[in-house]
């Protein structure tokens, strides 16, 4: 029989222990990764990825920082950058001073990465140096690196992201396409590195452009110094972009490695985003379209704004507007019959999105080089600006979108993407430089919604979409998919004077943020003239000359995720925008290049506070603990990350956190007793009339009663009190399953008692 008391003692523990988790649950939701698609519950303190994460998203779950106190952020600390020499290390000194990328949180320390490729740990609560390496900004010797490998271009670019892998604790940044390395997070040492051969090809696989010589890929041009975004991961594969130089040609792929031993990484698969260049895939798009099933997709913008039609299936494509994809088709001119060494698809600069659940990553790919005189290259130049999803284990192409077929003006898909929900459809979320923003289904790419900001111009001679006229069915507004918008040269083709443009090469140049509820992103107007010269055997063909006279102006938007219609919208003048957006606890920061940092409430778009910084800087902000368990904003003011801003300086910069005072200041509760003097007639004896409501405020209750006293007199005065009264309540929600566990255990232990007592007897 104690046996018998013994197991039942043992349930009713385990009944209780079920009982306060679910208390627990109810008090807070630990959640967990979330799923593909949705958004993280745990507050960690980190954010370790561009985006926060790898599914992207930039919004943190912490609300010790939110709407109602983040009025009060003062500053904490601020750490001065090294003022190393980017001119001697081989950087161009304008663009690459200061950092260009988001800060990470991780357990309390922060890593900045440098243009220079120099890294920063900085202790996050009280701004000390942890630690500091140059190994990448002196490694490798890129002169001796171009001399091995001719297809490579010399100098290198700024660095767009790092990102923390967790599980391996590296860091990687942003890198040239065809050198890559980490650094260990403890002491910022190398970890391991991989170089040109193994990244992008053999000399006898990708020639030598200099001399004309193509090589064994069939790829005829350079591979770049602009940075490709940091890799992603699936289990102990690495998907890795190796793209062509914008301009420059070099023939792109994306790259699957096994890097369980990162020392010996092994080529698993390799999937072409470009045609051969000798002009031998005529029927480059028709395959694109049948390797997916159909699953291909073209964003015909003059057909949207004439009729709302989404997108064009691949399938449904004129045969005439997409054979001979990429190829010239002009006789007598140079590279006639082949892709024109200045053709490339370049490289992918965003966050690369990865669901964890089907292991198919999602990237944004880059201009369609060269631009914006496209005379010597055919078609919807299949996979430039635009966007591809890719089966990370296999390396087959799932699908793909693209979202500016033909790309005239430099339009490209490069900034980070999201997983998210729309509906209940899991979704991948993309903003891209034509500035409209994209919900596709992230199984198909079929486009869910298209968001078109209404702030944008379109109304000038660049004839994107509209012509001048803003009219979508004018004949210089392009591109459909038709043989003459296919084979168009230019954006304002046949004149040959400099072209007025609204937001030329980006009316979307930032990052856009999501928090399981509203998509946000900044949309803008950059007025300037634009000078199209001819096409070169390397290297773009335009130049910006001139800032126009009209105010820039910028416009922060929330969309609803599910229907796709504007929430709000808050407007910024003068100013542009580039880098991205923040939201946590209710906010929503934007860093515009008026100097201004924005906080707007994430449900209204309100203006709840502003700092002012006096410099335009072009990098999202991002949020973190230190070990104190405080969270701080943490953002760069100064350096060259304001590079495509006027104004911007040359020094270094800073980086700077601000976080809550230890105390904020105590709310103020005032009770007044009002007195309102009315002359009413009654009839009839004195009455008094008694009203009482109740009026329920977040975590408070006010109780107003309200007192009616009329005296009857010829003339009467009636005089209302009213009383205010703070009532503070607390309320204990306790769980269904808690009170059936509960109860649950309340019969067993009277059971263990009568058995006991039977034992007894």
Request: charged content about 20%; some cysteine; overall charge negative.
């Amino acid at each position: 029989m104690t046996r018998h008391i013994t197991l039942v003692g043992l349930l009713v523990a385990i009944l209780l222990a079920i009982s306060s988790f679910s208390l627990m649950v109810d008090a807070f939701d630990p959640g967990g990764p979330p799923a593909a698609g949705g958004i993280p519950k745990i507050v960690t303190g980190n954010w370790e990825w561009i985006n926060y994460q790898p599914t992207g998203g930039s919004y943190s779950p912490q609300y010790d920082i939110n709407k109602d106190n983040v009025q009060w952020l003062e500053l904490n600390w601020i750490y001065p950058y090294v003022n190393q020499d980017a001119e001697a290390l081989g950087f161009n000194l304008a663009a690459q001073t200061g950092s260009s990328a988001p800060a990470l949180f991780v357990d309390g320390i922060i890593y900045i990465a440098k243009n220079t490729k120099a890294v920063h740990a900085i202790d996050a609560t009280t701004g000390q140096e942890v630690w500091y390496s140059d190994y990448l900004s002196v490694n490798p010797d890129f002169n001796q690196l171009v001399a091995e490998f001719p297809y490579l271009q010399g100098s290198r670019g700024h660095v767009h992201a790092m990102n923390y892998y967790r599980g391996s604790d590296w860091l990687i940044m942003s890198s040239i396409p065809c050198y890559l390395a980490a650094l260990n997070v403890a002491d910022g040492s190398l970890a391991w590195e991989m170089g040109p051969e193994i990244l992008c090809g053999t000399n006898e696989e990708l020639g030598n452009p200099a001399q004309g010589i193509m090589g064994t890929f069939k790829s005829k041009g350079y591979f770049p110094s602009i940075s490709n975004h940091p890799p992603s991961f699936h289990g102990d594969i690495m998907v890795w972009p190796s793209m062509g130089a914008s301009g420059a040609g070099g023939r792109s792929s994306i790259i699957g490695f096994d890097m369980s031993n990162p020392n010996n990484p092994q080529e698993l698969w390799r999937t072409w985003v470009a045609p051969a260049m000798d002009g031998s895939d005529k029927d480059w798009a028709i395959d694109q379209c049948d390797i997916t099933g159909g699953n291909g997709w073209y964003f015909e913008y003059p057909r949207y704004r004439e009729t709302g039609q989404l997108a064009l299936n691949c399938k449904d494509a004129p045969e005439d507007a997409v054979m001979n994809d990429w190829i010239n088709m002009k006789p007598n001119t140079p590279h006639y019959g082949e892709v024109h060494t200045a053709s490339a698809v370049s490289p992918v600069w965003g966050n690369m999105p990865i669901d964890p659940e089907t292991g198919i990553i999602y990237m944004g790919t880059g201009d369609i080089g060269p631009y914006p005189n496209s005379t010597f290259k055919f078609g919807p130049n299949l996979h430039g600006s635009g966007i591809i999803a890719v089966d990370s284990t296999t390396g087959e192409l799932v699908w793909w979108f693209a979202t500016n077929p033909h790309d005239l003006w430099d339009m490209d898909c490069s900034w980070g993407g999201i997983m998210g929900r729309s509906e209940g459809t899991k979704v991948l979320i993309k903003a891209c430089k034509n500035g409209i923003v994209y919900a596709l289904d992230a199984a198909t790419g079929e486009p869910v919604w298209v968001y078109d900001p209404p702030n944008i111009r379109r109304d000038v001679e660049m004839n994107y979409g509209v012509d001048k006229n803003n009219d979508p069915t004018g004949k210089d507004a392009c591109c459909n998919m038709v043989f003459e918008h296919m084979n168009k040269d230019w954006m304002h083709q046949p004149k040959d004077t400099p072209v007025r443009t609204i937001c030329y090469t980006h009316c979307i140049e930032s990052d856009i943020a999501y928090d399981g509820k509203h998509v946000y992103f900044a949309a803008h107007n950059a007025p300037r003239n634009l000078t199209i010269n001819n096409v070169r055997d390397f290297g773009n063909n335009g130049r910006a000359v001139y800032y126009g006279a009209e105010e820039r102006n910028v416009t922060v938007f929330a969309v609803d995720v599910d229907t796709g219609e504007t929430a709000w919208e808050f407007f910024i003048e003068p100013g542009a925008f580039r880098g991205g957006i923040l939201v946590t606890g209710g906010v929503v920061y934007a860093y515009a290049s008026d100097g201004n940092l924005y906080m707007l409430d994430s449900d209204t778009g309100e203006l709840l506070s502003k700092k002012f910084f006096g410099i335009p800087v072009n990098v999202a902000p991002t949020v973190g603990a230190g070990d104190d368990g405080k969270h701080r904003i943490g953002l760069h003011v100064g350096g060259g990350g304001g590079f495509v801003f006027r104004g911007h300086g040359t020094a270094p910069g800073t980086f700077a956190t601000f976080g809550l005072p230890d105390s904020l200041p105590e709310r103020i509760v005032r009770i007044e007793e009002i007195e309102r003097v009315v002359e009413v007639e009654v009839e009839g004896p004195e009455r008094i009339v008694e009203i009482e409501k109740e009026v329920q405020v977040i975590k408070e209750v006010e109780v107003i009663v309200e007192k009616e006293v009329p005296v009857e007199v010829e003339r009467i005065v009636e005089v209302e009190k009213q009383v205010e009264v703070e009532v503070v309540t607390t309320e204990q929600v306790v769980s269904p399953i808690s009170y059936i566990a509960i109860g649950l255990g309340v019969v067993l232990v009277v059971v263990a008692g009568v058995l006991f007592q039977r034992s007894k007897a």
